[in-house]
């Protein structure tokens, strides 16, 4: 059974800084990429950033400059380093897996973690 445990929400000054951790266990299938998303109250979930099993990165428009997402070597932990943070990107933040075994394909969501920027 996959499980995806967030940590690291809070609040946060604007300006300041947070950084999400993702601990990622129970994954048999291959993973396809990780990923943090956020929902604000009344509002979509929406990518953030993800990496992919080789690595590759993919960051949003929006945070681009000011979010890293990084991994460990075992790619068991994934890490968004949030920097100048904003107001409006008070959210709850998600972890999410996605993998795939033979053509079909698998979406895990970590609980979330709650992070508010204030003015």
């Known amino acids: 059974q996959v499980q995806l445990v967030e940590s690291g929400g809070g609040l946060v000054q604007a300006g300041g800084s947070l950084r999400l951790s993702c601990a990622a266990s129970?994954?048999?299938?291959?993973?396809?990429?990780l990923g943090w998303y956020r929902q604000a109250p009344g509002k979509q979930r929406e990518l953030v950033a993800d990496?992919?099993?080789?690595?590759?990165?993919n960051i949003a428009d929006s945070v681009k400059g000011r979010f890293t997402i990084t991994r460990d070597n075992a790619k068991t932990t994934m890490y968004l380093q949030m920097n100048s943070l904003k107001p409006e990107e008070t959210a709850v933040y998600y972890c999410?897996?996605?993998?795939?075994?033979?053509?079909?394909?698998?979406?895990?969501w970590g609980q979330g973690t709650q992070v508010t920027v204030s003015s």
């Open positions: 999410n897996e996605r993998a795939r075994r033979g053509p079909t394909g698998f979406n895990y």
């Open positions: 129970g994954s048999i299938f291959s993973i396809i990429a």
């Open positions: 990496i992919t099993d080789r690595g590759s990165a």
